[in-house]
């Protein structure tokens, strides 16, 4: 059974960080790309960092840029997402995502997590 299981969310104060990590299992994850992405209540899921499988190339969206790093050790299966100066706007769920196609958009990845809730008070 392939697992993703987020760990690390939790309460924070507004500029503080966290590291958040997801650990992948019940299959070869080679070749997967794999994501950050957060939904806040109310909003739509938004992408915020993916990381490459093989040479680990990294994007991040705007809004993250510069306070987010997002990191993979492919021997443990895992991808973490440092997360530093964190603002309010941050609280959401932060899922994590695995897709073996580049074509596809993360909405449609092939594994999700079922997500960490991460609260950043003012």
């Known amino acids: 059974q392939v697992q993703l299981v987020e760990s690390g969310g939790g309460l924070v104060q507004a500029g503080g960080s966290l590291r958040l990590s997801c650990a992948a299992s019940?299959?070869?994850?080679?070749?997967?790309?794999m994501a950050w992405l957060r939904q806040a209540p109310g909003n739509e899921r938004e992408f915020v960092a993916d990381?490459?499988?093989?040479?680990?190339?990294?994007s991040y969206a705007d809004s993250v840029t510069g306070r987010f790093i997002i990191s993979r050790d492919n021997a443990k299966n895992t991808v973490y997402l440092q997360m530093h100066s964190l603002k309010p706007e941050a609280t959401a769920v932060y899922y994590c995502?695995?897709?073996?196609?580049?074509?596809?958009?993360?909405?449609?990845?092939?594994?999700w997590g079922q997500g960490t809730q991460v609260t950043v008070s003012s």
């Open positions: 990381i490459s499988w093989s040479r680990g190339f990294t």
């Open positions: 019940g299959r070869s994850f080679v070749g997967y790309a």
């Open positions: 995502a695995a897709k073996i196609s580049g074509l596809r958009s993360w909405n449609e990845a092939d594994y």
